[in-house]
């Protein structure tokens, strides 16, 4: 059997309709950049996080980029972030010029130590961007107090967590502005690149709407800024889709207890954690093995397209531009150890169940083989 990780073809056929209506309108409208479904879909997404605005921008790593430059961040700031992320967490931040400063993971969420925190904390110190991994937020009423206590500002980086949240906070709550991504192997996703900045400031959303756009709110008169829109053809395509969301996201945590229930009793393997009394999405369903690259093998090769995410930790990166492993403070072994040893199986909501079933049990027969 062939079980693929992306279900972006079913879910085209899924809401064909609705989806070729949606991209028809647009075309009819006439207004493809900045129109009224652009609009819309920004009223849409504030109101389904409960934020007072959203900005829809080009890509999750605009999102993180521009709300940077919206708040201010720049050359000779600190931001305290995790190196077991997407390369885009960390290559925003210096985008704006200023330094990434890597803290390590919690080992069983894969987020941040908010433990680790305060220790990495100096007087260049400018924000933290807590990072809601894989689709299980972190811990943000923690950071959300650290950051008060040193007058520091909070940016989440939510590109694979949207719909989930806490046990007593919602994403967006404790912090200056979220960043989204809409590309689309996202919980949702058009079919192209896409992101957005959610926030309850003002004077985010206004600066970011002039950062987009060549530092124009008005035709023709412009200060500084960039091309940073998210179309209305995307936007179109990403109002059907998040009338489906929550749907969807219930789906995947039922596909992840199937895989709990199925895999708990397998040796060598180490299954995900959710945070007692918090929504965890399942972007990802990752496991972790000390013999990784033998486990991917044998999975790939009986037909499941199980991935890695991430396999190499930002400061191990060959592009990394801030020095090498053993300069960074604090160190991170946590990190490094988990992108040594995590494979994402199959999930999304399109997954069938024979196909759920069959990769349950080529799990258990690796586990059973070493």
């Known amino acids: 059997m062939k ?23 647009v075309l ?21 996080a409960g934020t007072k605005y959203a900005v829809g921008v080009n890509s999750g790593t605009d999102a993180l980029w521009l709300s940077f430059l919206a708040l201010g961040i ?22 704006v010029g200023a330094k990434p400063v890597f803290v390590d993971i919690d080992p069983d969420t894969c987020n941040i130590d ?42 989440e980086d939510c590109a694979q967590a949207i719909g989930a949240r806490g046990d007593d906070f919602a ?14 192997q996202k919980n949702l996703g058009t079919f192209g690149d896409g992101g957005a900045i959610i926030t309850n400031r003002e004077d985010v959303s206004t600066r970011v709407k ?14 500084m800024g960039y091309n940073s829109r998210l179309d209305d053809l995307h936007a179109g395509i990403l109002s059907v889709k998040l009338k489906k969301l929550d749907a969807w996201n219930d789906r995947r945590r039922e ?6 229930a199925g895999l708990k009793d397998v040796p060598g393997i180490k299954l995900p954690t959710e945070t007692p009394g918090y929504r965890h999405v399942y972007h990802l369903y990752v496991i972790e093995t000390e013999q990784r690259d033998a486990m991917l093998k044998y999975l790939n090769d009986a037909g499941i397209d199980a991935k890695v995410h991430y396999p190499i930790a930002i400061h191990q990166q060959e592009g990394y531009p801030w020095g090498k492993p053993a300069d960074l403070h604090p160190c991170v072994p946590l990190s490094e150890k988990s992108a040594a040893s995590v494979i994402s199986l199959p999930m999304f909501p399109e997954l069938h169940q024979d196909e759920i079933d ?6 258990r027969a690796w586990g059973k083989k070493k």
């Open 3 to 25: 079980v693929g990780f992306y279900g972006h073809v079913r879910q085209y056929h899924d809401l064909k309709d609705e989806i070729d209506g949606a991209i028809h309108s």
């Open 28 to 48: 009819e409208s006439g207004e493809y950049v900045q129109g009224p479904t652009l609009a819309r879909f920004e009223k849409e997404l504030a109101a389904y």
């Open 74 to 95: 720049g050359p000779g700031d600190e931001v305290i972030t995790v190196a077991n992320t997407f390369f885009a967490t960390a290559e925003a931040i210096w985008f």
């Open 114 to 155: 908010v433990t680790k925190i305060e220790g990495a904390i100096t007087p260049r110190t400018k924000a933290i961007v807590p990072v809601h991994l894989y689709g299980q937020p972190a811990n943000m009423r923690a950071i959300s107090q650290i950051a008060k206590r040193h007058n520091l500002l909070v940016v």
């Open 171 to 184: 994403i967006g709550e404790l912090s200056d502005a979220v960043a989204t991504s809409f590309i689309i």
């Open 210 to 223: 002039a950062l987009r756009n060549h530092g124009s709110t008005k035709r023709s008169v412009h200060s």
């Open 255 to 260: 596909i992840a207890a199937m895989y709990t």
């Open 358 to 363: 069959y990769v349950i049990e080529t799990v």
